[in-house]
């Protein structure tokens, strides 16, 4: 028995508006710095078919198909035990943990959850020198000391530079948008239309009263 692929990566849960669950998931969200709960939904979709092919397999009893299943869980650290019955214990948290976003925060190539994801979307993360730009990406254990980053972090503020003068140093100073801009053309008065034409308009009148 072969593993079937699925082209449907996730599944809406049954009742959209339970306060309960909204709750429950935007915590997972604010830990794990996801966008939305449609990548939670992604993971709990994947653990349900793991789940079921585990249980398939354990009524076939196929030897073939569980080499297929578990070869991948072990290599991302996932099982306590090599077994199909390990799979059941696999939870959320441990494939949140495995995420490529996590990874990087727990790394410290990052400040926070948040700047992991920034970093992975704008293409700064390289796995064997290779740059993925997926932040729910799987790492595997034998990727993961492979993850490098090609930015090094410098807080602007707290720079400091030498001057010309003597050595002193000067820290870089933000100035606002207004009081960078200058004037690019002088101000040009415009003339009044109306002067021009008011000696004219006078002569011609006093020419049809006469």
């Given amino acids: 028995m072969s593993i079937k692929k699925f082209n449907k990566k996730y599944s809406t849960p049954r009742h959209m508006w339970r306060g309960e669950r909204i709750n429950s998931e935007a915590e997972i ?10 990548e939670i939904w992604k993971v709990l979709f994947k653990l349900s078919r ?55 925060f727990r790394k410290g190539l990052a400040g926070t959850i948040k700047q992991a994801r920034h970093l992975i979307v704008h293409r700064h993360i390289t796995i064997d020198n290779k740059v993925v730009n997926a932040p729910g990406h799987i790492v595997s254990s034998n990727d993961e000391s492979g993850i490098t980053c090609g930015l090094t972090f410098v807080n602007p503020k707290t720079v400091e530079t030498p001057t010309r003068e003597g050595g002193v140093k000067e820290t870089f100073v933000y100035r606002r948008r207004q009081e960078r801009m200058k004037p690019r053309r002088k101000h040009i008065k415009r003339e009044n239309s109306r002067k021009q034409f008011d000696g004219s308009r006078k002569q011609s009148n006093k020419q049809h009263k006469n």
């Fill in 29 to 38: 969200i604010n830990q794990y710095g996801l966008k939305n709960h449609k």
């Fill in 50 to 104: 793991w789940r079921e092919l585990a249980r398939r397999l354990i009524i076939n009893n196929d030897s073939k198909g569980t080499d297929e299943l578990l070869n991948p869980l072990t290599n991302i650290s996932c099982l306590k035990e090599r077994t199909l019955e390990s799979v059941f214990e696999i939870s959320p948290n441990d494939i949140f943990e495995r995420r490529l976003q996590t990874v990087v």
